[in-house]
């Protein structure tokens, strides 16, 4: 027994758990100044300034974009005139796909997908321009089409989250019947508006600056405000991330998909109205394919496809980049096909960008998850 003793002693020893060095006042206050520091820093460098980073990209893309023009279109960027008249026809271009994209933004961070935004612009513009509709004057052409534009997008959130159809499918039933009806009520033919406070929307300016612009402020501000300062934007978001963990923490997902399409037929109606000043008329082809444009807009602004992450502000940028590039290829005489070839580029490697990133991620949380073991 007196062989074990001493073994024991050192055993219990190393047991004991050691003590802690003296802490310095010093570097205690220096720890704290580096993570107040770093917390002034977090918007940037950590996770939470992803979004920072990719909107600050995006930027750079449209300098990129101005230069090009510049170099080939001295002759008219050298006129400063031009150039704020220029820039304000591209806030226009990108206005009416801008409040589309808005709420096309929110679909896909809930996990969902819209195909019948287009066919949802053409039906309210087609419905707010009858005869009947007119006669109500102004206010009864804007309620019409706000009001078909949330119905259909009700519709749509029903059949997704109620009748169980994969969103896909759901959307495209609703952009060939929505055309379709848009073409009966019209007897497929165009139909003028002829109510001047209507018309006026495109072509009044307020300090020097179109309307059009600042309803795309107004939408872009109160769809911000929406996703990032309210617990609206916080289910969205849980929702897209991971639908079976929204739903255990309380969130009702099913209303709250059937919500999301409701916004996104809202922002539909508002451009059915914006869309109808502009050409002062309706008809069923219009705001062909803008389901595409509004997709590939929010890809670029950083929008994840399977759901779970995207910013308003990126998408916005990501429909002027396009409106910039329509509008360059326009002032260098270039072809539509070129231009649609450019763009089908742009967002393959957005998507390809957006593949590396998410791999990249997952590793990096899958290293972590081995080391912290």
Partial sequence: MSDTLPTAAPERAAQLPAQSPPVDPAETAAAGEKATAGGRLSWWSGDNGEGARRNLGLIGVLVILI???????????????WVW??????????????????GMTFVIIGGG?????????????????TVATQNFGAGGMIFTALTVGLAVGLVNGVLISYGRLVPFIATLAMLVAARGLAAEISDKQTQVSDNQFINGIASNTLLGIPLLVYILAAVVVAGWVLLNRTTFGRRTVAVGGNPEAARLAGINVKRHTVLLYALSGLCCGIAAVM????????????ANLYELDAIAAAII??????????????????VIIFSTITNLFAINGLSTEAQ???????IVAAV??????????????????????
């Fill in 67 to 81: 230069a090009i023009g510049a170099a080939t279109r001295s002759d008219l960027y050298s006129n400063p005139d």
């Fill in 85 to 102: 008249a220029n820039t304000l026809t591209i806030l226009k271009l990108a206005s009416v796909v801008g409040v589309v994209t808005v």
């Fill in 113 to 129: 997908i819209d195909l019948s935004v287009g066919a949802i612009v053409a039906l309210a513009g087609v419905w707010a321009t």
């Fill in 275 to 286: 869309l109808t000043a502009q050409a002062n008329s309706a008809q069923a082809a219009m």
């Fill in 301 to 318: 602004g950083g929008t994840l496809l399977s759901g779970g992450r995207g910013t308003i502000i990126g998408s916005l940028l990501g």
């Fill in 340 to 346: 649609n070839m450019v763009k089908g580029g742009i």
């Fill in 352 to 373: 390809l960008v957006q593949q590396v990133q998410f791999r990249s991620l997952t590793q990096f949380l899958g290293r972590n998850r081995l080391t912290t073991r």
